[in-house]
């Protein structure tokens, strides 16, 4: 941060390489996602979990997923229930 406390580019990179909570999308057609837990001592059934669909930066889609129960060191697979169909004309962005 600078003396006026603005936020840097280096601030923003430190807090994604801190994240203990990874998520890595593998389906993109069925919206199945991999969450690794890099936590030492956590499961991850204490936090929640909510996801946005974009479409042309417009939100279309939303929703909260059940907790997951995720050990310390381990990776799950989920599928978010999305029902808008994705077409190849429109930008699509998704959020956890």
Known sequence: MTP???ITPKLLEVKKVYQYIKIQLTDSLNG????????????LSQFN??????????QVESGQLSPVNAAPGQTVELAIPCHKPVDAKNEYFSYC
Not at 32 to 43: A, G, P, T
């Open 32 to 43: 199945k996602v991999l969450v690794k837990n890099n936590y030492n001592f956590l499961n």
């Open 4 to 6: 006026d406390r603005q």
């Open 49 to 58: 979990i909510n996801w946005k669909l974009i479409k042309d930066g417009v």
